[in-house]
């Protein structure tokens, strides 16, 4: 074995050991379940499928009539990454259930861990680090910092194309030989393709390469005066090289641009709250015993990954203050700037957002209009961690370079022992793994009817309307192979979702089925009691849906006066009001938290608790700790009565319920004329409307429906030209 790739051997067998860690509880679930989320995790294996659909018919993978039939859809402006996608549909085919993709996840988690350590061993070496286990363990320090981010937690299970963050790392490695006058011209050709890489995996990361290319561009024309004009030159013509490559990419992208879309994220709700550099994030370990803070930033869990870690940032501090090199530096200054913009529009503080101040995002989204689209500034702040790696790397090398010497004499230094660098290094890595581990990495399974599968059997005539909400419906085109008039794209274009909207039977079913937008009506009303609910994804009882809200009403009947406390757990939105008074806000989409409030009690209060479920799992269960109890305690059914003094509460479920304007044939016909569709799927509960529409059911199983709609095939016109 070459001694000089013992290092980077060592370092990748390490590194994928970890991430297999991570990775082994979705592995073992991978014949049956996804690696990610109940949302945008699906929509990364759709575009595995139908990359692999579009090159065995010989189709561009950047157009499809299988979303938004009959007209079709651009792809340009989907979260699309074609390296990505390529990956998942190679691996797809080879391997069995959902492991192929799983594998690509695994790929990324090594891959951005192992590109960082790259980047920190020649950042090491670049400050005279000979090889050996200082150097070693302080770049593995530096990958584990990037690698395996609060950052990387938050969107592995979820954005596929932002886990691509080894080419970041890889580009930022080349900057500095770019700059080189001596490197030749490879330097140059090595950025130019790994800033396309970038693109052919995500925008998000292409505008890092760019501020990270800006700042290093600008250091060198400072420096021109000592250094001369030829570094800055180089790395202008690496950015040219990089820009020209891209074109390709860039100008369907900037042309799809042209047409109203939407889709977008508001930028100033997914923006980095300043209080989250300092707090663990609900999908590290730690961040459960902050959760009574960070569920109340904007966004969700899966966009705020902004925790810094207090180790990496004072292993940075002391690399500044002894060994700070022009690379750390211009790392130092592109994370600065890109945990700035992450701040977005307006700052964020403990979930208020305060408006009457501005931000660099919004002066910079002015001259740029192009960031409107992007819409979620919380994501540059990758720029931070990579940063932070660098750093980490560097203070870790001095600490470990410290212990590894001993004075016994002003003139006689000798090495400690090995094994003492070696231990001092492990324990290093182990405590940056302790601060930032993840508390799990997610599996998702979707029903996998019979009849889908049967469907896809059949050669299509005509298109299919999926109710089941937004990136369902995609994983159901993987098992029927049928086009459907709607499908999740990240960015669709309006005169499409107004067309839909405008339709007398399918507007009513789409608003309801994706945005819950539809007249509410009383489900069920029963005696509950205790408030101790945990019904998942299923609905609380047969007739009710599973997107609802549930109010309980009654009184509460205590012991004695005195101080009271309560304690509420919900997953999503719940809210306990006593005698009118507001005691516990649980309020908000979010996973099951709990949140507690204290009374004082005279005699027993009226009882009202609000609940509504925004989607996902449901749960509402009430704990209650009485004077003199030692602990909490569920509010038993016998402290709990309704108005009429019978035990427990009155509850009432209600849902929303769409109201098509056509009716029976009518509706029908104007399905199969209109829009082509033959079948129409919808999750069980939900077929009020649908068993009006002079529809048929065909097919039952899993919580999921189909329904045939009667009449002879036919393919309708896109929309005419005036509403393109």
């Known amino acids: 074995m070459d001694p000089a790739r013992r290092p980077a051997r060592f370092a990748a067998l390490l590194l994928l050991a970890l991430a297999v860690a991570v990775a082994a509880p979705a592995l073992v679930a991978a014949p049956v379940a996804l690696w990610g989320d109940s949302g945008d995790a699906w929509q990364n294996l759709w575009n595995g499928w139908w990359f692999a659909e579009a090159v065995a018919s010989g189709h561009s993978p950047f157009y499809t009539h299988h979303l938004w039939y009959p007209d079709g859809v651009s792809l340009w402006l989907q979260t699309f990454g074609p390296l990505n996608a390529a990956a998942t549909a190679l691996l797809s085919r080879l391997l069995p259930g959902f492991l192929g993709y799983d594998l690509v996840v695994l790929g990324h988690l090594f891959f951005g861990a192992f590109a960082a350590w790259w980047l920190c061993d020649r950042l090491l070496g670049e400050a ?3 090889r ?3 150097r070693l363990l302080a770049a593995l320090a530096g990958a584990v910092v990037f690698g395996f981010s609060p950052y990387v937690w938050a ?8 886990s691509s963050i080894g080419f970041l790392a890889l580009f930022a490695g080349t900057l500095p030989r770019a700059a080189d006058p001596k490197a030749g011209w490879r330097p140059l050709l090595g950025a130019g393709l790994l800033a396309l890489c970038l693109g052919l995996c995500g925008w998000y990361l292409v505008l890092d390469a760019a501020l990270l290319g800006a700042v290093f561009l600008l250091l060198a024309l400072a420096r021109a005066p000592q250094s001369g004009l030829r570094p800055a030159l180089r790395l202008a013509g690496a950015g040219l090289l990089a820009g020209l490559l891209l074109l390709p990419l860039l100008v369907p992208t900037l042309l799809a641009l042209r047409e109203p879309v939407e889709g977008a994220h508001d930028p100033v709700t997914f923006s980095t709250d300043l209080l989250s550099l300092w707090l663990p994030t609900p999908k590290q370990w730690l961040g459960r015993y902050f959760l009574e803070t960070t569920t109340r930033f904007t966004g969700n869990a899966g966009e705020n990954g902004g925790y810094l870690g207090y180790l990496p940032l004072a292993a940075t501090g002391l690399a500044l203050l002894r060994r700070r090199t022009p690379a750390l530096v ?5 994370g600065l700037a890109g945990v700035v913009l992450s701040f977005g529009p307006h700052p964020h503080l403990a979930g208020a957002i305060h408006r009457e101040v501005l931000l660099p995002y919004a002066a910079l989204a002015r001259m740029l209009p192009f960031l409107g689209q992007l819409g979620c500034p919380v994501r540059l702040g990758l720029l931070g961690h990579l940063a932070l790696a660098a750093g980490t790397a560097l203070g870790v090398s001095v600490l470990l370079e410290a212990l590894s010497r001993r004075r016994t004499g002003p003139e006689d230094p000798s090495l400690r022992p090995p094994w003492r660098l070696w231990a001092a290094g492990l324990l290093a890595l182990a405590l940056l793994l302790v601060e930032y581990a993840p508390a799990g990495q997610p599996t998702h399974r979707y029903p996998r009817p019979a009849f889908l599968e049967a469907l896809g059997q059949v050669p299509p005539t005509g298109a299919i309307a999926d109710l089941t909400g937004w990136t369902h419906p995609l ?13 999740y794209v990240s960015r669709r274009p309006l005169r499409l979702v107004r067309r839909l909207m405008a339709d007398p039977v399918l507007g009513p079913l789409y608003e309801e089925a994706l945005y819950g937008r539809a007249p509410r009506q009383r489900a069920l009303t029963r005696i509950d009691g205790p408030i101790d609910f945990d019904w998942g994804e299923a609905p609380p009882a047969p007739g009710v849906q599973a997107d609802f809200e549930a109010e309980w009403v009654g009184q509460l009947r205590i012991d004695r006066p005195g101080r009271y406390a309560f304690r509420l757990g919900s997953d999503d939105d719940a809210v306990l009001y006593l005698d009118g008074r507001r005691v516990v806000d649980n309020s908000g989409a979010h996973p099951f938290v ?4 204290e009374v004082t009690l005279a005699g027993p209060p009226t009882l009202r608790l609000t609940f509504r479920d925004r989607g996902g799992a449901a749960a509402v269960r009430l704990w209650w700790r009485p004077p003199g109890a030692a602990d909490w305690s569920i509010v038993p059914r016998e402290a709990l009565h309704t108005r009429a003094g019978a035990p427990g509460l009155e509850g009432v479920y209600t849902h929303r319920a769409a109201r098509p304007r056509l009716r029976g044939e009518a509706a029908a016909r104007h399905l199969r004329a209109r829009w082509g569709i033959a079948y129409l799927i919808a999750y069980a509960g939900r077929s009020a409307a649908l068993s009006t ?16 709609v009667p009449g002879p095939a036919s393919r309708p016109d896109p929309a005419p030209a005036g509403d393109r």
């Not at 994983?475 to 499908?487: E, K, R, S, T």
């Not at 709990?594 to 409030?597: F, H, I, N, Q, S």
């Open 155 to 162: 969107h592995l299970s979820v954005h596929l194309h932002l």
């Open 132 to 134: 050996g286990p200082v």
């Open 693 to 708: 529409l002079g529809l048929e059911r065909v097919g039952a199983a899993q919580g999921i429906e189909l329904w045939q």
């Open 475 to 487: 994983y159901n085109q993987m098992l029927h192979g049928w086009p459907i008039v709607h499908g």
């Open 128 to 130: 005279g680090l000979a």
């Open 594 to 597: 709990t949140r507690e409030g």
């Open 330 to 334: 211009g790392l130092g200054l592109a």
